[in-house]
């Protein structure tokens, strides 16, 4: 049996406007990856971690991918001794699943180690535990995408009911990530409790029109739906210059634009390659003159999900 393995998890985008905890898509870049280790010692342990900075815990237990391959070992009855190493390409508290691409690249090389005892959709509920170590919450709507590809829903979380949609239209992501850091914990202690019916009523029109939208290949629905009347007026406040970023990612042929899970990064879905590149350029430029810089990524959305690499 090989006893080390390298994976890859890809960035995700989680409530894509108006799926607030329940709709999420995976890009094909960037994402974190670990390698791990079977060893003699019956526990698991983080040999290394490199590109947090420090910030991330070594400790097993509080870090994701330590408490994934902690969960997930418990739930199949082994008790083997793993070695993790991760490598971190994507940047804490930004809003693009960070948190989440860890614990799933860490979930699915285990399971690989374990002959991959376990499916896909199998495997949300421990990524999910993973989240609850890192941000309080263990919502799956990064960790579901990440370790499935594509868009998917969680239609309901007791029981867990998670749904991946059929896509077949093109889509391109860009996301622009302004460098400041917002953590999840923060931008989700700011959200109203109590949603009035109103919104209720408008929210729940968006996400059926952006489900049906994407299945029937439908751009203009789509750009109709990607709205968000619960999270982002509250979050929007982390993000200077969040209404005119958002207007020049629109003005710029863009189909939506909205804040990219908790935030601050924002993304926007375009129908081609082009446009996704010019609204790049206008976000970027409207951030900048809200004096914030800004990396931007551009990517195709990932299909597949996280894999061995
Ligand atoms: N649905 C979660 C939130 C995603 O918005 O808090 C966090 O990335």
Same mark, same amino acid.
């Given at each position: 049996m090989k006893n080390s393995v390298r994976a890859f998890a890809p960035a995700t985008v989680a409530n894509v406007c108006c799926g607030f905890d329940v709709l999420g898509f995976a890009v094909d870049h960037p994402g974190d990856e670990v390698v791990l280790t079977l060893n003699d010692s019956r526990e698991v342990s983080i040999a290394q971690i490199i590109g947090d900075g420090g910030r991330?815990?070594?400790e097993a237990g509080k870090n994701t991918a330590g408490v994934a391959v902690q969960s997930y070992l418990q739930? +199949?009855?082994?008790?083997v001794g793993v070695e993790i190493e991760l490598f971190k390409n994507l940047p804490l508290g930004s809003g693009m699943g960070s948190s989440a691409a860890s614990g799933?690249?860490?979930?699915?090389a285990i399971n690989h180690l374990m002959g991959n005892r376990l499916t896909r959709k199998e495997l949300v509920?421990?990524?999910?535990?993973?989240?609850? +170590?890192?941000c309080g919450s263990a919502h799956a709507?990064?960790?579901?995408?990440?370790?499935?590809?594509?868009?998917?829903?969680?239609?309901?979380?007791?029981?867990?009911?998670?749904?991946?949609i059929d896509v077949k239209l093109e889509l391109y992501c860009t996301l622009v990530h302004p460098h400041i850091e917002v953590k999840t914990s923060d931008s989700r202690?700011?959200?109203?409790? +109590?949603?009035?019916?109103?919104?209720?009523?408008?929210q729940s029109g968006n996400i059926a029109g952006l489900m049906l939208g994407l299945t029937q290949s439908d751009y203009a629905l789509i750009a109709r739906s990607l709205k968000d009347v619960i999270a982002e007026p509250v979050r929007s406040a982390f993000i200077p210059g969040f209404e005119t970023v958002r207007s020049a990612a629109i003005q710029a042929g863009g189909l939506g634009c909205g804040i990219s899970g908790s935030?601050?990064?924002?993304?926007?879905?375009?129908?081609q390659m082009d446009i996704a590149e010019r609204v790049a350029k206008a976000m970027q430029h409207e951030f900048a003159n809200h004096q914030l810089k800004t990396d931007v990524v551009i990517s195709k959305l990932n299909l597949e999900g996280a894999k061995i690499i």
């Open positions: 991330l815990p070594r739930a +199949i009855g082994e008790q799933v690249a860490a979930l699915v509920p421990f990524a999910m535990e993973a989240e609850r +170590i890192a709507d990064n960790v579901a995408p990440s370790l499935m590809g594509g868009f998917v829903l969680i239609r309901d979380y007791q029981p867990l009911d998670v749904v991946k202690r700011v959200l109203r409790p +109590i949603v009035s019916l109103r919104d209720a009523v408008t935030g601050p990064t924002l993304f926007a879905l375009s129908s």
